[in-house]
C-alpha cells in the first residue's frame, strides 16, 4: 500500500513497537533510503515519539466538520472524497496521497470552504 501511496516503493523499513508502560504513547523508527544530489545514494533515518489520542483528534474534528458540511448538502453514506484521513479508505479510492489531497480540496471547496490549507 505505501508503494500505491507514494506512486513507488520506497527500500526501507518502518517499526511501530507497543510498550505496555507508556501506554497511549508510541515510538516508531523509520529509515528510508532514497536518491539524492547527481544519483547519490542517501538514506535518512529517524525515531519519534508521539501520542496517538493528541494525533488523532485533530483529525477526528476535522473528519466531522466535512461529514457534518457534506450531510447539510444532502450528502449521505460513505464519503469517499474523505479518503485523505484512512490508511485503507472503503470503496474504489486511489492510494495515492496526492490525488487524495485534492480530491480533499476540492471536496471542501464545494461544500462552501476554502478546503484545508
Not at 508521539?50 to 450531510?71: I, Q
Not at 479518503?83 to 495515492?96: C, E, S, T
Amino acid at each position: 500500500m505505501l508503494g500505491e501511496t507514494l506512486g513507488y516503493t520506497p527500500q526501507g523499513e518502518t517499526r511501530i513497537e507497543y510498550v505496555e508502560d507508556i501506554g497511549d504513547f508510541k515510538t516508531a523508527w523509520d529509515l528510508v533510503t532514497f536518491e539524492g544530489f547527481l544519483g547519490t545514494p542517501m538514506r535518512m533515518e529517524f525515531t519519534w515519539h508521539g501520542c496517538d489520542s493528541a494525533l488523532a483528534a485533530p483529525l477526528v474534528l476535522d473528519l466531522a466538520r466535512l461529514t457534518a458540511a457534506a450531510h447539510r448538502h444532502g450528502r449521505t453514506g460513505p464519503l469517499g472524497e474523505l479518503a485523505f484521513f484512512f490508511k485503507d479508505p472503503l470503496g474504489q479510492v486511489p492510494h495515492a496521497l496526492a490525488d487524495q489531497w485534492g480530491t480533499l480540496r476540492a471536496f471542501a471547496a464545494t461544500l462552501g470552504g476554502r478546503g484545508p490549507a
